[in-house]
């Protein structure tokens, strides 16, 4: 792989910057600071302006609404974006996961329904995965789906579903045969969250906010139209979702990890430590070189997954590599920033001591998430040893 800038790709950069440049709304700051409960319209406004200019999902075929970009140009829209600091998009998972497994597994009337208001923000996505007794073990799932008539009736329970809560529709996976394996009974279902019989009761985190959710299915009925690939193949429909959760998650992170080491870096020379500036403490610096040294190593594992999705058409495994390695290195450079900031750092974003109003104590907490979120990293380590080192499976 190249990694120096084609003239095309300088082009492309050269138009997504004026482009933002000109669109990027000033205001972003003050919004920032607020529940994204209440930033939600806000950031679904900027979503639709961004699609406005084709530049919501720039990786998508042309026909579909993006522009054909390659992954090169993909690094280059993260970094760019990163940049001038714009606002994040509000239909986060259509974006970055489902509205790809749609175009890969739908059909072409389902792509025509849904991708158009995916990308313009009108419909927003959640993905009902995990439940109570099935999280990384979800092929155990035990939500079902009866088929009467041309509907298929859903009763079950999800957790943990992000966007839960805004959320238009969900890509549900269901058990539809318990009487076969059970990787071989699931099928994906899209399901309209006003349906009758969805019922969505928020959770809430450590950060205070109410990001994940709980959500019951009693008797809805979902048209035999919105199963997404064949029924009882739900399984390979809903790894494809994973496989993007995993494989491209890198590109849109690294350029935020960048900006965030740079910053800690900077705030390090003001803070103070055992008489000294962070900066001066010898273990200090050592923490923060280490981390930005692995910021630059996440880089390259993410344009080595590029690589490998240049030649195979579509994320591997390799993509928890990247996965382990971004979650834990979030959760260290955290832990470098409450180290150099002492009691401050705990301070949140309503308190006039906090530290850039409060972005690093949530980011503290959020980042405990990681590990845990498209899977955990024992689950991760598992799926290296397995398919990328040919390791038996584990009993
Ligand atoms: C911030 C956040 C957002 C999320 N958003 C969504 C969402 O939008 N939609 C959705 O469906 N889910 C979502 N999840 C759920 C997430 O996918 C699950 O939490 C995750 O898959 C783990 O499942 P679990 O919580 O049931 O834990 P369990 O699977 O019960 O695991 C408990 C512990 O056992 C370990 N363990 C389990 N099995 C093995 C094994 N075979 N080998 C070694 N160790 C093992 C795990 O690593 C973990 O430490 C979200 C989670 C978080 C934290």
Known sequence: MDLNLSPEEVRFRDELRAWLLANVPPDWSAWREKPIEESFPYLRAWQRKLQEGRWAAVSWPKEYGGRGATLMQLAIFWEEMARVEAPPMANALG??????????????????????????????????????????????????????????????????????????????????????????????????????????????????????????????????ENVLGKVNDGWNVAVSTLMHERGAYGARLHPLFKRNINRLIELSRKFQKNGHTAAQDPLTRQKLAQCYAEIEIMRLNQLRAFSRISATGAPGPEGSIQKIFWSELNQRLQQIAQEIFGAYGQLLGGDSHAVDKGIWSYGYLRTRGNTIEAGTSEVQRSIIGHFVLGLPKSY
């Open 95 to 224: 974006l970055g996961l489902i509205g790809p497994t749609i175009i890969a597994h739908g059909t072409e009337e389902q792509r025509k329904r849904f991708i158009p208001k995916i990308l313009s923000a009108e419909e927003i996505w959640c993905q009902g995965f995990s439940e109570p007794n099935a999280g990384s073990d979800l092929a155990s799932l035990q939500t079902e789906a009866r088929l009467d008539g041309g509907h298929y009736v859903v009763n079950g329970q999800k957790v943990w579903t992000s966007y839960g809560w805004v959320g238009d529709w969900c890509e549900l996976v269901v058990r539809t045969d318990a009487n076969v394996p059970k990787h071989k009974g699931l099928t994906v279902l899209l399901v309209d969250m006003k349906s009758p019989g969805v019922e969505v009761r928020p959770l809430r985190q450590m950060t205070g906010e109410t990001e994940f959710n709980e959500m019951f299915f009693h008797d809805v009925r979902v048209p035999v």
